[in-house]
């Protein structure tokens, strides 16, 4: 992308009433703009970094197993009223009557729904078991909405389902959903640590959030030091073996947020792994058995042709809030320092002398071969002087930095830079040309 | 993907109340569920092909210089008192109050939002020309919703904006997105004919209704035949370039929808070119220069340091409603045809026989060798019968069908059918491996 006609209206000063550093960094990288309280529009390059975040959680979604579909953001008011959360579920729904003043509401959360669209088809044990999950825009009303997407409105979650036909079943989906939660968070350069929570508002007798640690967290974790240091299971995972071993390798480790926390199990654990911190949620998984099923009339048929509800789970990743978080763990006083996973682009390509002939051959050289290699480049072939394109470069972030400048060019070199460790080196452009080219 | 593994729930029959085959066929092949009047879940291979059509969208707008970006569905209605639209846009606009009874709305387009964000950012004629395209979620509180995702309430809409310092730039811009418009309709399998239109309360003074014909289709259309015979102008247009030429070969013929329509000028054609049909508005196009600009004051520096409001223009496709046009374009009375390009998957593999070990050894190499050299395949691997498997595989419409039988095996050979023509061919099995072999 030649950032000459691309849209990214970075600004020197976030505005006051940001408080922390992600909602000062996306305000100030030109990532969203606010519409409304809690309301954002995604800019370009913002709207780039969610796409990505986007596709790894569909990626480790299909992979575990479950099936994409896209339910509306508008629901009936009858169905809430069959499971008895129409009522329930206070202000933070947010309640509508369309021309002829039916009652809908713009849906929080899909369980109501898609066990509608469950037991309109399903009806036997031989379709089970079945994960379905979209990723769709949500709006809870809070009272205060603050931390930008951290705690918006209107945000976009991933919401997965499971159904099956027996609770230990339902407790083999939710080991699938928990592993590929480690992974895809993993993916996306954080390392989410399982807690044991509350259940809340959608109920059930299992539960964990998925949390990253950062000092901006909403609220209080407690856990032990080596679930810090665990790696992600991994991609080769088989989600079709027992995954078992892989979850009770994490839950044997104390880890709670506030509200499930246990101060003496906690002072059991030796002084130097006990981790106190504040952290971010980005994932809550339930296991919730037959609450919505059995109000809702969800059977299915048994191998002995009893009719039994179906046991349940839901799975949520807050994508939207998830560039906040990730700003929050990835960043340094310069700016963003992007995981490369997530990055808007991989490269950064900056021409210190737009006019200059041989400067701007050789970054258009380098930008088409980077694009053929299979790299996502934005080039700075902007008019604008050296020093603001460095200092706009770092704040946005991208992990790697190609300058192209008069002195350079003329000793057939361009200097690399790491975004994140700082480190520099020249290097000569034919051998990077010739490096790219066999990357075709 | 393997069927048995995913959710395709193919009924027999549509529901009485399904007037279009379109919408018959979404039903019968398990592609939405209706949630409610004009409110649908796109289910799994629904999602898919809505999927593939957004792509296609994306990378023909990305072609034109057009820059993603996604507003959110609700806005605040302060926006619309701006442009004098909250109260003239009447009972289809669903307004909302949220629990500060604030007024917002669920947005049916983004005129004001859209010319909200650019007045925050785009201060000089430097900045200029600038497109920017998101596709998103729309409500419009149709008083009968109908013909399933052709008009429902809750669509998804791509719209663009163009934002121009002159009146000829603007329709600079109006030309590379009329260009692109005819390229991403093509590349679905579509002839759209572009009509002058009415300009309705988008308002403007240019205006073109992009029509696809279809005995279900909404409308009376005419126009001359010239345009159905001419090809879209191609993925190797130069979009920098002047489009003038490209876009009068168009519109030099008659083309026009029945509220513009001149019967005389019609009649004028020779009786051969007179096309008088029934259309499908699957895109529409506005230049409405400083409409929303002068008033919501967003105005631009000139090159002498004048400021003057910046001239707009508007450009919508209806994605959700396309899978159902595509459909109504391409269907057999065995169900679905989809094109290539957005078929859930280009190629189903029947077993006829699941658990005789020939054939699934067989189907599973070709299944995966299919894989590897790209293919998108949907697997049936149920334990159904083959009739039953065979109506369903014509039903859901993949281009291709290869099916694997104990006799065929035998002699080392598989079947493989157009679903177009309903061409049959056997092919050696060893051949067809080794021809995916080499395009990996």
């Known amino acids: 992308m030649r950032l000459s006609r691309y849209f990214l209206p970075v600004t020197k000063d976030a505005p006051a009433d940001a408080a922390i550093a992600s909602h000062k960094l996306m305000l100030r990288t030109g990532m969203v703009r606010q519409n409304g309280a809690g309301i954002y529009s995604w800019l370009p390059m913002g709207f780039r970094v969610l796409k990505k975040i986007e596709q790894i959680v569909r990626e480790e979604m299909d992979r575990a197993g479950a099936v994409e579909m896209l339910m509306p953001t508008l629901q009936q008011a ?19 009557q ?26 036997s044990y031989k379709q089970l078991p079945l994960v379905l999950y979209h990723q769709q825009w949500k709006f809870r009303d809070e009272v205060r909405p603050r931390f930008g997407v951290m705690r918006g409105r209107e945000f976009l979650m991933k919401d997965a389902y499971s159904f099956d036909l027996t609770e230990e079943d339902a407790r083999v989906s939710y080991r699938k ?19 044991r929570a509350d259940t809340g508002p959608i109920g059930g007798d299992m539960s964990h959030e998925f949390i990253i640690l950062a000092d901006t967290g909403e ?6 030091k080596a679930l810090l240091d665990m790696p992600a299971p991994g991609l080769d995972l ?4 027992d995954l078992t071993a892989e979850v009770e390798k994490r839950t044997q480790y104390y880890a709670a947020t506030e509200e499930m926390h246990d101060a003496d199990a906690f002072a059991a654990l030796p002084a130097d792994r006990q981790v106190s911190a504040r952290g971010i949620e980005v994932g809550h998984i339930f296991n ?5 099923s059995v109000p809702m009339n969800a059977v299915v048929q048994t191998t002995d042709g009893q009719m039994v509800p179906v046991q349940m789970g839901s799975y949520g990743i807050g994508v939207s809030r998830l560039v906040g978080g990730i700003i929050e763990a990835c960043h340094d006083e310069n700016g963003i320092v992007w995981p490369e996973s997530v990055a808007p682009w991989q490269v950064g390509l900056i021409n210190m002398r737009v006019g200059d002939a041989a400067c701007d051959a050789v970054c258009e050289r380098i ?12 080039y700075d072939d902007t008019d604008e002087r050296a020093g603001g394109k460095f200092a706009r470069m770092d704040l946005i972030g991208l992990p790697w930095q190609t300058t192209v400048g008069p002195r350079g060019v003329a000793d057939g070199k361009v200097e690399v830079k790491n975004r994140k460790t700082g480190e520099k080196h020249e290097v000569s452009i034919e ?10």
């Open 288 to 292: 919730f058995g037959t609450k919505y």
């Open 431 to 440: 051998d990077m040309l010739n490096q790219l080219d066999a990357q075709k």
């Open 219 to 224: 609220s209080a974790v407690f856990c032990d």
């Open 238 to 241: 088989d989600f079709d073996g």
């Open 177 to 195: 959903m928990f592993c590929a939660y480690l992974n895809a968070f993993g993916r996306m350069g954080l390392t989410a640590v399982p807690m």
């Open 78 to 96: 009858d169905l809430w009223r069959e499971s008895g959360r129409y009522e329930a579920y206070g202000k933070e729904m947010l309640r509508i």
């Open 98 to 123: 369309d021309r002829h003043e039916r009652d809908m509401l713009y849906g929080p959360t899909n369980e109501e729904l898609v066990t509608d669209v469950f037991r309109s088809y399903v009806k």
């Open 367 to 378: 930008y088409q071969a980077l694009q053929a290699a299979g790299r996502e480049v934005l």
